[in-house]
């Protein structure tokens, strides 16, 4: 039996990550946002700094989670920032970059309703 992808995912898809960074449709970005709508070049602050403020265009998406890639290793997020995005029934998932770009392709085959935020990778 052969199996065939029927359909592209609607909305973004990231197609490659290199030295220069994500490669969506929309251009090569070192560091993006990306909504099941729309993706955008992001300037991320430092990691223990992130707050709810850089993470607004998401979470005005009302996602079922965020993936947060946090760079080339795996690192936690502010715990206030976590507790805030429950309180408002938004989980957040960090993983290395990479991980998040591929789980991101994963999870919009399915049809789920999430968003990114994907730190620069080296």
């Keep these: 039996m052969k199996l065939e992808r029927t359909r592209d995912p609607a909305g973004p898809i990231i197609k490659g990550i290199g030295p220069a960074g994500f490669r969506t449709d929309d251009g090569i970005f070192p560091a993006l946002m990306m ?3 729309s993706v955008a070049a992001w300037s991320p602050p430092p990691l223990a700094a992130l707050t709810a403020d850089d993470l607004a265009p998401l979470v005005a998406a009302r996602p079922e989670f965020i993936l947060l890639g946090t760079g080339d290793d795996l690192s936690r997020p502010p715990r206030a920032l976590v ?3 429950e309180e408002r ?3 957040i998932e960090p993983m290395d970059s990479r991980a998040a770009a591929r789980t991101w392709g994963v999870l919009r085959g399915e049809g789920r309703q999430i968003a990114a935020a994907l730190y620069p990778i080296a």
Aim: charged share 10%; glycine share 22%; aromatic share 12%.
């Design 83 to 85: 507790t805030w995005l």
């Design 89 to 91: 029934g938004i989980g």
């Design 35 to 37: 909504t099941v709508d």
